[in-house]
């Protein structure tokens, strides 16, 4: 029973090979990295994470200006992959955004950083929204000067409403598996 829905860690020919039973955590987070995924765009669209730094900064009082946020209404968002996440993504979402924002909540191989900064830097990617990165904990140091970059420190399944019911979920797989019953999200089957 891994603790993830993430199954690229462990090699499922060799588990089935040698009768080893495998779970993942289903659709236990989905909910919760759906609302991360949003919350991430919606900081990136209305500029919620650089405002705070402005305010904090002191530059509010100095009636510096701060730049315009976009609305969400009426933008084009992108869902890479329709799985349970997506789809609890997508069902928050009504509207769709023109200009390009990047939201990832999968896998930080996902994205290639490199080229997701330089197209930052030009404009051709509105802003991003990271809650995994390929080398975590290290992060691109060029992305902290970003003010168009929102990060998460790989958090979006941390509520503690996943983790009961994954606590649960596991109590229930190792019921299942002494009373040699079938797992809950079982993903290699002997």
Same mark, same amino acid.
């Given at each position: 029973?891994?603790s /993830? =829905?993430?199954i690229d860690h462990i090699?499922l020919h &060799?588990?089935? @090979?040698?009768? +080893? @039973?495998?779970?993942n955590?289903?659709?236990i987070f989905?909910?919760?990295?759906?609302d991360?995924?949003v919350g991430l765009?919606i900081d990136v !669209?209305?500029?919620i /994470?650089p405002?705070? *730094?402005?305010v904090?900064?002191?530059l509010w009082p100095?009636n510096?200006v701060y730049?315009?946020?976009?609305?969400?209404g009426?933008t084009r968002?992108?869902? =890479?992959g329709?799985? /349970?996440?997506?789809?609890?993504v997508?069902? *928050? !979402?009504?509207? %769709?955004?023109?200009?390009?924002?990047?939201?990832n909540?999968?896998?930080?191989a +996902?994205?290639?950083e490199?080229d997701? %900064?330089?197209? !930052?830097q030009k404009?051709?990617?509105?802003?991003?929204g !990271?809650?995994?990165?390929?080398n975590?904990?290290d992060?691109p140091?060029?992305? %902290?000067e970003?003010?168009n +970059? =929102?990060?998460?420190?790989?958090h979006a399944?941390?509520?503690e &409403?996943s983790? *009961?019911n994954?606590?649960?979920?596991?109590? *229930?797989?190792?019921?299942a %598996?002494?009373?040699n @019953?079938?797992?809950?999200?079982?993903?290699? @089957? =002997?």
């Amino acid at each position: 029973m891994t603790s /993830s =829905v993430g199954i690229d860690h462990i090699d499922l020919h &060799e588990c089935k @090979k040698h009768g +080893v @039973k495998v779970a993942n955590a289903g659709s236990i987070f989905s909910e919760d990295v759906a609302d991360m995924a949003v919350g991430l765009l919606i900081d990136v !669209l209305r500029k919620i /994470s650089p405002a705070t *730094r402005f305010v904090k900064d002191g530059l509010w009082p100095q009636n510096e200006v701060y730049p315009l946020g976009h609305k969400l209404g009426g933008t084009r968002v992108g869902i =890479v992959g329709m799985g /349970s996440i997506g789809f609890e993504v997508a069902k *928050r !979402l009504n509207s %769709f955004r023109k200009n390009g924002i990047i939201v990832n909540v999968a896998r930080g191989a +996902v994205i290639n950083e490199k080229d997701l %900064f330089e197209c !930052l830097q030009k404009g051709e990617i509105s802003g991003a929204g !990271l809650d995994v990165f390929e080398n975590e904990p290290d992060v691109p140091e060029e992305f %902290f000067e970003l003010d168009n +970059v =929102v990060m998460a420190p790989h958090h979006a399944v941390m509520t503690e &409403e996943s983790f *009961r019911n994954l606590y649960e979920l596991v109590v *229930r797989n190792l019921e299942a %598996f002494f009373s040699n @019953k079938p797992l809950m999200f079982e993903v290699v @089957k =002997v």
